[in-house]
């Protein structure tokens, strides 16, 4: 009985294309188009050195410091300056064609020309005020105590102590939490199955209702089944929109590949019983109950930042209460966490809230449908 009442529902629930559109196609194709939308934006905030010129008279070339800083500076893949040698006037030339950001000479002091302010500008002020405050910090140590420098106070000065320790796993790229909220919301996008389902045991709504309600079946063990055959469906879903980020776009999901399908499972299981809590709760028609679900669903990912990072960010450190009950915040945050926390506490507490979440939308579910009669069919 339960093998052919599963395969019955699971083929039934393939045959809605539509649901297989907004809950397998909508979200690979939402998961390209973020894919095209950040990597131009990573591309677009990655720093470029910066174009300078240096007129390379008599003061510069007798300056050996000076030279090898701004050598140091110039070279490698890792580079602050692009630096052009040349003459004053070819500078002032480079400058008003606006080929370089400005130039430096050295007459008796070091001087920064430029046309304009900007950032770049400020990088280069900044390095050279830099430059003339610790050279004169040397000079000033060397005539208190001429032997300075062989006791080591270039070595000293040059050690610059880090004590900031990075313990993430991979690069900062806060762009990734949008893919991490795109699987929050296939999950649930898995409200949908969940209302199909229930809508096919309600005699008042569908035919299929009415003539389980006049078949031997038990209600809930076929509304078991169905839910099992629409979770078997989603879960497939979201393995393949997590394979083509992870494999085909190759967003960072972390190593732990065995917790990211454990919070799928749960995750999907939310999605599917949340839809039919809703489905559930209402007599309206479906359409009504699937607009209701897309709304829900997208003011979810909107708290937790698919539209605007900053979102998530206000709301978690505002309102955590409302970061705690949105299922989709908590998957988003789970993700998070295995990437770029060394320890899964954070990730467990998330799972914990999900699955109360799950719990209390399973137990309103099952009281509204085992409580429902109908006066006539």
């Known amino acids: 009985m339960f093998k052919h009442i599963f395969a019955t ?11 297989v559109f907004w809950t397998l196609i909508f979200p690979l ?16 905030e990655k720093f470029e050195p910066i174009k300078i010129a240096v007129i390379d008279n008599k003061e510069f070339r007798e300056d050996e410091n000076f030279k090898k800083v701004l050598s140091d500076l110039s070279k490698d893949d890792d580079k602050i300056f692009d630096i052009t040698y040349t003459d004053e006037k070819e500078a002032e030339e480079l400058l008003t064609d606006s080929k370089i950001v400005g130039y430096i000479y050295k007459d008796e002091e070091i001087n920064l020309v430029i046309n ?69 919301m296939v999950c649930m996008y898995a409200g949908f199955w969940g209302i199909k389902t229930v809508n096919e045991l309600e005699a008042n709504l569908s035919g299929q209702g009415i003539r389980l309600c006049l078949s031997p079946v038990h209600k809930l063990k076929a509304f078991l089944y169905s839910l099992l055959a ?3 469906i989603n879960f497939i879903e979201i393995l393949i929109v997590l394979g083509y980020l992870v494999y085909g776009l190759k967003i960072a999901f972390g190593n732990q590949i065995n917790y990211i399908i454990l919070l799928c499972f749960i995750g999907s299981f939310t999605g599917i019983i949340f839809g039919a809590m809703i489905s559930a709760i209402t007599t309206k028609s479906e359409n009504f109950k699937t607009g209701l679900m897309i709304a829900i669903s997208m003011f979810l990912s909107f708290l937790s930042g698919m539209m605007n990072i900053n979102v998530k960010y206000f709301i978690t450190n505002k309102v955590p209460f409302l970061a705690n009950i949105n299922p989709v915040n908590l998957i988003t945050d789970a993700l998070y966490s295995l990437y770029y926390y060394n320890t899964y506490t954070r990730f467990f507490i998330n799972l914990g809230y999900l699955t109360i979440f799950a719990i209390v939308c399973t137990v309103i579910t099952y009281f509204l449908i085992r409580r429902r009669k109908y006066a006539s069919i």
Request: hydrophobic residues 40%; aromatic residues 12%.
């Open 116 to 184: 304009k302010n900007g950032f770049s500008q400020t990088i280069i002020k900044s390095f050279l005020d830099q430059y003339l405050q610790i050279s004169s910090t040397i000079s000033s140590i060397i005539k208190i105590d001429s032997s300075a420098i062989k006791k080591g106070l270039l070595e000293e000065i040059n050690n610059h102590q880090n004590y900031i320790q990075d313990i993430s796993k991979e690069n900062i790229d806060d762009t990734v939490v949008y893919f991490y909220t795109l699987i929050g």
């Open 29 to 44: 194709v939402l998961g390209t188009f973020f894919n095209l939308a950040f990597s131009n934006l990573a591309s677009a």
């Open 230 to 232: 629409a979770f078997l």
């Open 9 to 19: 529902r699971l083929k039934c629930l393939l045959r809605e294309k539509s649901l």
